[in-house]
């Protein structure tokens, strides 16, 4: 079945980087845009970026664009996201889909948490 593991995740100053990883099988990957979500404690999962099929093809939320940067391996199945300049806000667990809106997806992995505090 469709599987996504996340990784990377941990507690970092703000400021500071990250580099997550999402390991994703039960699927042709290649063959799929994918994308970064997350989820901040109290509020709705949100939308981060996708990296479609074509890897020049990137797309960013507001808040993270400029700071983030999405990018696949189709060899290894894998997506990853370069964070940068981490803020207080960017506090919330990640997790890595199929591109898609949100309540379409009914099947998630089990995210990996970032923390940003000083």
């Known amino acids: 079945q469709v599987q996504f593991v996340e990784s990377g995740g941990g507690l970092v100053q703000p400021g500071g980087s990250l580099r997550l990883s999402c390991a994703a099988s039960?699927?042709?990957?290649?063959?799929?845009?994918m994308s970064w979500y997350r989820q901040a404690p109290g509020k709705e999962r949100e939308w981060v970026a996708t990296?479609?099929?074509?890897?020049?093809?990137?797309n960013y939320a507001d808040s993270v664009k400029g700071r983030f940067t999405i990018s696949r391996d189709n060899a290894k199945n894998t997506v990853y996201l370069q964070m940068n300049s981490l803020k207080d806000e960017d506090t919330a667990v990640y997790y890595c889909?199929?591109?898609?809106?949100?309540?379409?997806?009914?099947?998630w992995g089990q995210g990996t948490p970032v923390t940003v505090s000083s």
């Open positions: 889909n199929q591109a898609k809106m949100v309540a379409q997806i009914d099947s």
């Open positions: 039960g699927f042709s990957f290649s063959s799929y845009a």
């Open positions: 990296v479609a099929i074509f890897t020049s093809i990137k």
